[in-house]
């Protein structure tokens, strides 16, 4: 397949499955079996890490008058009733601490035990099952929380632990447990959607430059040990290649998380829990066969 076309596909495939609660690393993974991508290959894996970037800066430049302004009051909040640990800027770097820690204790052993397209359909799966309870109970009960401002230490706090889900099991969806895990705490939808989003943009950040510092530790430790092919080898072309996926991945993302926004005010999180079901039980069923382990 032309490379130029592949890098397109795939960058459509990150910015539209970054934010949607159905699991953008099952979607890559995937897309690129489906592909017949070299998954060993130090370079592919440094294009997937990299082409995020586009996802995030597509949610930094939609949410940037929000940032700015909760820059602007902070510590007191926009109602002076908020203080240096119960800002939302102070929550969303207490719920990402939160997350990184059981993440970096467990990541390798996710890396060795979850990463066949098995383990992902169960998480696929299993989170369909959970969201679709969740959001049928969060519409019986009248959440106690219905603006950013208002969310807690104790919601926070969580939100991260929950979000330590996906880490530790691809599949499961940054999205997915933090909106989940905010509707369970008292969040109404558009909160939880919210916070979610701004969670996702530290979070996202740091595990971006951690993969893409663990790859390049990995490519100078096989090197010295005279393992050539572990190196990332760029020409002209693997640049506009990575470069394409990135630019495809913000303009694509910048159009979902609109879009999102305002599905879910509408209609909540029941279709993307269905599609998510569905397409566990495909891949239980169909994916060794046709997609390799």
């Not at 989170?127 to 969740?134: E, K, L, N, S, Y």
């Not at 447990?177 to 916070?195: K, M, N, W």
């Amino acid at each position: 397949m032309n490379p130029y076309f592949l890098s397109v596909l795939l960058g459509i495939v990150e910015g539209l499955t970054e934010f949607l609660p159905v699991s953008s690393t099952a979607h890559l993974r995937i897309a690129e079996a489906m592909m017949k991508l070299p998954l060993d290959d130090p370079y592919w894996k440094m294009y997937t890490i990299v082409i995020q970037v586009g996802a995030i800066l597509a949610l930094c430049l939609l949410f940037l008058e929000r940032i700015v302004n909760f820059l602007r009051t902070f510590p007191k909040g926009e109602n002076g009733d908020r203080n240096w640990l119960t800002h939302p800027i102070s929550l969303t770097l207490i719920a990402f601490a939160c997350t990184s820690v059981p993440a970096l204790l467990l990541h390798k052993w996710s890396e060795k035990n979850l990463g066949s397209l098995n383990a992902i359909a169960i998480a696929l799966l299993a989170g369909g099952i959970v969201m679709w309870a969740v959001d049928a109970w969060s519409n019986r009960v009248d959440p106690n929380t219905t603006h950013v401002e208002e969310i807690t230490l104790a919601q926070a706090i969580w939100i991260g632990l929950c979000q330590t889900l996906s880490a530790v099991f691809p599949g499961t969806s940054r999205s997915m447990s933090t909106i989940a895990a905010g509707q369970v705490a008292g969040l109404d939808r558009p909160t939880a959607l919210e916070f979610s989003f701004l969670l996702s943009i530290p979070t996202m950040i740091a595990a971006t430059g951690w993969d893409l510092i663990k790859e390049v530790h990995t490519s100078k430790a096989a090197g010295a040990a005279g393992v050539a092919a572990a190196h990332v080898v760029m020409n002209p072309e693997r640049w506009i290649v990575l470069l394409i996926g990135t630019v495809v991945s913000f303009i694509v993302a910048l159009g979902v998380v609109e879009w999102f926004l305002m599905w879910v005010r509408r209609h909540g999180f029941t279709m993307f829990a269905i599609y998510r079901i569905l397409l566990g039980i495909a891949l239980l069923i169909w994916g060794a066969k046709y997609l390799g382990a």
